[in-house]
Protein backbone atom coordinates (compact mmCIF):
# COMPACT_ATOMS: atom_id res chain seq x y z
CA UNK A 1 0.00 0.00 0.00
CA UNK A 2 1.28 3.38 -1.20
CA UNK A 3 1.30 5.80 1.97
CA UNK A 4 1.89 9.77 1.28
CA UNK A 5 3.60 12.69 3.58
CA UNK A 6 1.05 15.69 3.50
CA UNK A 7 3.23 17.68 0.72
CA UNK A 8 2.56 14.64 -1.27
CA UNK A 9 -0.99 13.84 -0.88
CA UNK A 10 -1.45 18.03 -1.01
CA UNK A 11 0.24 18.04 -4.56
CA UNK A 12 -1.37 15.09 -6.20
CA UNK A 13 -4.72 16.22 -4.81
CA UNK A 14 -4.27 19.69 -5.76
CA UNK A 15 -5.34 21.04 -1.96
CA UNK A 16 -3.59 23.08 -0.15
CA UNK A 17 -1.21 21.41 3.14
CA UNK A 18 -3.18 23.29 5.36
CA UNK A 19 -6.25 21.98 4.28
CA UNK A 20 -5.15 18.78 4.74
CA UNK A 21 -3.98 19.61 8.18
CA UNK A 22 -7.95 21.11 9.08
CA UNK A 23 -9.66 18.40 7.52
CA UNK A 24 -7.44 16.13 9.76
CA UNK A 25 -8.52 18.16 13.06
CA UNK A 26 -12.16 17.95 11.49
CA UNK A 27 -12.34 14.31 11.06
CA UNK A 28 -13.01 14.29 7.43
CA UNK A 29 -9.89 12.05 6.97
CA UNK A 30 -7.59 10.29 9.16
CA UNK A 31 -4.08 9.46 8.44
CA UNK A 32 -3.08 6.26 8.07
CA UNK A 33 -0.42 5.66 10.06
CA UNK A 34 3.08 7.84 11.43
CA UNK A 35 6.11 7.34 10.20
CA UNK A 36 9.27 6.27 12.44
CA UNK A 37 9.74 10.19 12.57
CA UNK A 38 6.50 11.05 13.43
CA UNK A 39 5.15 12.28 10.11
CA UNK A 40 1.61 11.32 9.45
CA UNK A 41 1.17 8.84 6.55
CA UNK A 42 -2.01 8.55 4.64
CA UNK A 43 -3.28 6.10 2.28
CA UNK A 44 -4.09 5.81 -1.51
CA UNK A 45 -8.23 5.79 -0.31
CA UNK A 46 -7.33 9.08 1.82
CA UNK A 47 -6.35 10.74 -1.76
CA UNK A 48 -9.80 9.13 -3.01
CA UNK A 49 -11.63 10.53 -0.33
CA UNK A 50 -9.82 13.93 0.15
CA UNK A 51 -10.77 14.48 -4.24
CA UNK A 52 -14.38 14.03 -3.03
CA UNK A 53 -14.93 15.94 -0.53
CA UNK A 54 -13.22 18.47 -2.38
CA UNK A 55 -15.72 18.04 -5.60
CA UNK A 56 -18.44 18.18 -3.10
CA UNK A 57 -17.38 21.59 -1.91
CA UNK A 58 -17.53 22.62 -5.58
CA UNK A 59 -21.62 21.78 -5.33
CA UNK A 60 -21.70 23.86 -2.75
CA UNK A 61 -22.05 21.70 0.00
CA UNK A 62 -20.74 22.18 3.94
CA UNK A 63 -17.94 20.06 5.63
CA UNK A 64 -20.45 19.72 8.20
CA UNK A 65 -22.48 18.02 5.47
CA UNK A 66 -19.93 16.50 3.54
CA UNK A 67 -18.64 14.96 6.78
CA UNK A 68 -22.17 13.25 7.81
CA UNK A 69 -22.65 11.96 4.21
CA UNK A 70 -19.19 10.13 4.58
CA UNK A 71 -19.83 9.04 8.16
CA UNK A 72 -23.00 7.74 7.45
CA UNK A 73 -22.19 5.31 4.83
CA UNK A 74 -18.93 4.56 6.16
CA UNK A 75 -20.74 2.94 9.16
CA UNK A 76 -23.20 1.14 7.17
CA UNK A 77 -20.80 -0.86 5.57
CA UNK A 78 -17.20 -1.80 5.70
CA UNK A 79 -16.65 -1.94 1.70
CA UNK A 80 -15.05 1.39 0.93
CA UNK A 81 -16.27 1.07 -2.55
CA UNK A 82 -19.92 0.40 -2.13
CA UNK A 83 -19.74 3.39 1.10
CA UNK A 84 -18.60 5.69 -1.69
CA UNK A 85 -20.91 4.57 -4.37
CA UNK A 86 -23.60 5.03 -1.76
CA UNK A 87 -21.93 8.47 -0.56
CA UNK A 88 -21.76 9.71 -4.26
CA UNK A 89 -25.49 8.79 -4.79
CA UNK A 90 -26.71 10.08 -1.91
CA UNK A 91 -25.01 13.23 -2.45
CA UNK A 92 -26.17 13.14 -5.99
CA UNK A 93 -29.67 12.84 -5.19
CA UNK A 94 -29.02 15.84 -2.14
CA UNK A 95 -27.94 17.96 -5.25
CA UNK A 96 -30.90 17.49 -7.60
CA UNK A 97 -33.46 18.28 -4.57
CA UNK A 98 -31.71 21.56 -4.16
CA UNK A 99 -32.48 21.94 -7.98
CA UNK A 100 -35.17 21.20 -8.27
CA UNK A 101 -36.21 23.37 -5.43
CA UNK A 102 -34.76 26.18 -7.62
CA UNK A 103 -36.76 25.53 -10.56
CA UNK A 104 -39.96 24.84 -8.98
CA UNK A 105 -41.17 28.46 -8.95
CA UNK A 106 -39.80 28.71 -12.73
CA UNK A 107 -42.08 25.68 -13.17
CA UNK A 108 -45.09 27.27 -11.44
CA UNK A 109 -45.11 30.47 -13.83
CA UNK A 110 -45.53 28.91 -17.08
CA UNK A 111 -48.48 29.01 -19.11
CA UNK A 112 -50.22 25.48 -19.90
CA UNK A 113 -48.59 25.97 -23.24
CA UNK A 114 -44.91 26.60 -22.50
CA UNK A 115 -45.55 23.31 -19.92
CA UNK A 116 -46.82 21.23 -23.06
CA UNK A 117 -43.60 22.16 -24.55
CA UNK A 118 -41.39 21.58 -21.90
CA UNK A 119 -42.73 18.20 -21.20
CA UNK A 120 -42.88 16.62 -25.21
CA UNK A 121 -38.98 17.54 -24.69
CA UNK A 122 -38.51 15.33 -22.21
CA UNK A 123 -37.49 11.97 -22.95
CA UNK A 124 -39.36 9.10 -20.47
CA UNK A 125 -36.70 8.24 -17.97
CA UNK A 126 -36.33 12.73 -17.49
CA UNK A 127 -40.02 12.82 -16.98
CA UNK A 128 -40.04 9.93 -14.72
CA UNK A 129 -37.14 11.41 -12.38
CA UNK A 130 -38.69 14.90 -12.49
CA UNK A 131 -41.97 13.36 -11.58
CA UNK A 132 -39.98 11.85 -8.77
CA UNK A 133 -38.26 14.80 -7.62
CA UNK A 134 -41.65 16.89 -7.90
CA UNK A 135 -43.60 13.98 -5.75
CA UNK A 136 -40.28 14.14 -3.02
CA UNK A 137 -41.44 17.97 -3.04
CA UNK A 138 -44.84 17.46 -2.34
CA UNK A 139 -45.43 18.86 -5.46
CA UNK A 140 -47.73 17.26 -7.79
CA UNK A 141 -46.80 15.23 -11.02
CA UNK A 142 -46.25 16.60 -14.30
CA UNK A 143 -48.77 18.37 -16.38
Same mark, same amino acid.
Given at each position: ???????????????????????????????????????????????????????????????? $? *???? =?? /????????? +??????? #?????????????? $? *???? =?? /????????? +??????? #???????????????????
Amino acid at each position: MKLYRIGELARLSEVNPRTIDYYTKLGLIEPETRSGTNYRLYSDETLTRLKRIELLKREKYTLE $E *IKMS =LS /QWSRMSQDE +FTANKLT #SLQIHLQQLEKEAK $E *ISPL =LD /QLKPSQAKR +FHKMLTP #SMAACIEALLLLLGKGPLG
